[in-house]
């Protein structure tokens, strides 16, 4: 299967609110005394401007014939006889694959009717990972080496060097030697540290 990369512009914007919404003009824009507007569209800030579009986004497939695959809402398929096209989601984030190009050229020129897509063909790079393909040997290898030069630079370990252990041999860690009181400062860029490990960690599984 061929895997095509896609996504959805102004995603948050496309669907109606669901309920009354009022609101008032930004700073530099002015309305008679009493007067303010009433909203017709979704906006980026609602609180519920995500499940509105995924909403929006759910019934046009099932309308224009998927299935949805699994319980999380997420993956869909389209079978027509030979023809099968996938498509999976992340918020206005789309990846298809399909054995048929004919099928997903049509299935592509349908839905940019209803959406205003930005088309990156085939796929290279999601999410922060890079994807490449080799056709040949049928294998599809992922890499995280640009996100992980970046984290190391961000923490200020651009120049840091692989070591067999992550610290000293025969070092004791005790707990006299925490602060009595937290740094706040320190405490949140160990847990962006952590969380931008715990990211890799999930999606490529490096040995870390």
Same mark, same amino acid.
């Given at each position: 299967? =061929?895997?095509?990369?896609?996504?959805?512009? /102004?995603? *948050?914007?496309?669907?109606? @609110?669901?309920?009354?919404?009022?609101?008032?003009?930004?700073? /530099?824009?002015?309305?008679?005394? %009493?007067?303010?507007?009433?909203?017709?569209?979704?906006?980026? %800030?609602?609180?519920?401007?995500?499940?509105? *579009?995924?909403? +929006?986004? =759910?019934?046009?497939?099932?309308?224009?014939? *998927?299935? $949805?695959?699994? $319980?999380? %809402? @997420?993956? #869909?398929?389209?079978?027509?006889?030979?023809?099968?096209?996938?498509?999976?989601?992340?918020?206005? &984030?789309?990846?298809?694959?399909? +054995?048929?190009?004919?099928?997903?050229?049509? #299935?592509?020129?349908? !839905?940019?009717?209803?959406?205003?897509?930005?088309?990156?063909?085939?796929?290279? #790079?999601?999410?922060?990972?890079?994807? &490449?393909?080799?056709?040949?040997?049928?294998?599809?290898?992922?890499?995280?080496?640009?996100?992980? +030069?970046?984290?190391? =630079?961000? *923490?200020?370990?651009?120049?840091?060097?692989?070591? $067999?252990?992550?610290?000293?041999?025969?070092?004791?860690?005790?707990?006299?030697?925490?602060?009595?009181? $937290? +740094?706040? =400062?320190?405490?949140?860029?160990?847990?962006?540290? !952590?969380?931008?490990?715990?990211?890799?960690?999930?999606?490529?599984?490096?040995? !870390?």
């Amino acid at each position: 299967m =061929e895997l095509h990369h896609w996504d959805i512009q /102004g995603a *948050f914007c496309t669907s109606d @609110v669901d309920t009354e919404i009022l609101m008032s003009l930004p700073t /530099g824009y002015s309305l008679p005394e %009493g007067k303010c507007l009433k909203l017709c569209k979704s906006l980026y %800030g609602l609180r519920q401007s995500s499940a509105l *579009f995924y909403e +929006n986004l =759910e019934r046009w497939m099932l309308d224009y014939g *998927f299935t $949805p695959i699994g $319980p999380d %809402g @997420v993956m #869909f398929r389209l079978e027509r006889g030979a023809e099968k096209l996938i498509v999976s989601l992340y918020v206005d &984030d789309c990846v298809c694959a399909s +054995n048929s190009d004919d099928l997903y050229r049509t #299935f592509l020129a349908d !839905i940019s009717k209803k959406y205003t897509l930005s088309d990156s063909g085939q796929l290279s #790079f999601y999410l922060g990972v890079a994807i &490449d393909h080799d056709k040949e040997k049928g294998i599809s290898t992922l890499s995280q080496e640009s996100y992980i +030069n970046t984290l190391l =630079e961000r *923490f200020s370990m651009g120049d840091a060097h692989p070591v $067999p252990t992550p610290s000293e041999p025969g070092t004791r860690l005790l707990k006299l030697m925490c602060p009595e009181v $937290p +740094n706040a =400062e320190e405490t949140r860029r160990y847990q962006q540290l !952590i969380g931008g490990l715990m990211y890799a960690a999930v999606l490529t599984r490096p040995d !870390i």
